[in-house]
Each structure stands twice: as C-alpha cells, then as structure tokens.
C-alpha cells in the first residue's frame, strides 16, 4: 500500500488526492458473460450502483442474479477522478469499492435487487465490512433516478424494522444518494471470483429477510 493508515472520515475535494484526468485501464470483456465490459446498454433496461464491501464477493453477488446483464468493479462515492485500487485503499479518495448493475426490469425490478444488496452484508456497520476496514468497504447505494432513491430509502427502512424484530439494535449506515460518477476498476478486479473460484470473498449477511412488497 502507498499509505500506512486510513482515515475514518471521507475526504472533501479540497482534501482529497488529485487523481487523473485518463481512465484507469481496464478489461475489454466481461469474463463470465462474454460481452463488451463498457459496451452499450440495451435499450429499456436500468443501471443500479450498490457499495457491500469488498467488490470481488459482490460483483459474483449480482453476475449470478437472474436478469442482471451486466457487471463491473469499480469506484464511486468520492472526489477523486480516475483513482487507482492503491488510492482507494488509502482512504484519501473518497470512494467506495461498488459494483455496477445492468439489469432487465422485466426479469428482476430494482427492488429485488436492493433486497439482494440488503441481505448481502451487514448495512449497520459504518466504515468497515467484516474484516475488511475503512472508508472504502462503506455501505452505499448510488441512485441512478428519483424512483431508485424512494426505493431505496424505503427499503432500507423496513430493514431496519426487521433488523431489530430480529435483535439487532445497531443502526443502518447506508449511504443512499444520486451517482455523480463511476469509475471503473482494473482489470484484474474484474470478475475477480470467476477467474480465481478460491478467492478471498468477505460477503456476509446478517441472517435477517429484508420484507419487500407490492408498496415497493
């Protein structure tokens, strides 16, 4: 790593590291779906920016959801533009390790999607997943409309009533609010699981069913 400690807090733009103005190089294909990584979107389908920890156990989370047609690791959150994996570990970047979700709402609607990220992690636990600590591993939802923000905030929100009916009395910390820009992760993040199936995977939920219904 470039940087022996991490901050708690994220940093404004004024403090944040300065970035780049190029795009990080990244893969051409998505390894598991054989598609163009950054190719264009079908026509009536959505994208959805879901932050649960590290990106690798993540994106496998989402890849093998019916209806998902696209992946990607990658960075959002923060200031800095283009910002490599090392600066992101560093805390000083602003950013979030999340995935980026092409989906089919005829096959699976947002809010399933939202109950996947929901039950995924651990949404209370602040700036850190499991094992994995710092800014970067916070939980976050990056909205892409004004339909995907009120779903998310109610579903996060009847989630928190289901944690504590179940005893958790820990508070979500998600991070709800519109994508300002994504940025894609090198290549070597890209599908990480598919390439190396014994990987390092911190993916862990709380036990608890997020409720969803027709009201969302």
């Not at 560093?90 to 990220?117: C, I, M, N, Q």
């Not at 820009?181 to 390439?195: P, T, V």
Request: negative net charge; proline residues 6%; aromatic residues 12%.
């Amino acid at each position: 790593m470039l940087f022996s400690t991490k901050p708690a807090t994220i940093p404004d733009a004024a403090s944040a590291l300065p970035g780049r103005s190029a795009a990080i190089p990244t893969a051409a294909e998505h390894f598991v779906f054989h598609r163009a990584l950054q190719g264009e979107t079908p026509a009536g389908f959505e994208l959805a920016i879901f932050g649960l920890g590290c990106f690798w156990g993540a994106e496998r989370k989402f890849w093998q959801q019916d209806g998902v047609w696209m992946t990607a690791a990658g960075y959002a959150g923060g200031p800095t533009p283009n910002p490599t994996y090392e600066e992101v570990c560093s805390g000083r970047t602003g950013h979030t390790e999340v995935v980026r979700v092409v989906f089919d709402p005829a096959k699976v609607t947002y809010g399933e999607l939202v109950k996947l990220f929901l039950e995924s992690h651990d949404p209370t636990q602040g700036m850190r997943q499991g094992g994995d600590v710092g800014t970067q591993y916070r939980s976050a939802i990056y909205t892409t409309s004004d339909a995907q923000e009120d779903t998310a905030h109610q579903m996060t929100e009847a989630y928190q009533g289901a944690l504590a009916r179940s005893g958790h009395s820990a508070s979500i910390t998600t991070e709800i609010k519109p994508i300002d820009k994504f940025y894609y992760a090198e290549d070597y993040h890209q599908q990480y699981l598919a390439k190396n199936p014994a990987g390092y995977c911190g993916i862990g939920g709380t036990g608890v069913s997020c409720p969803i219904g027709l009201s969302v």
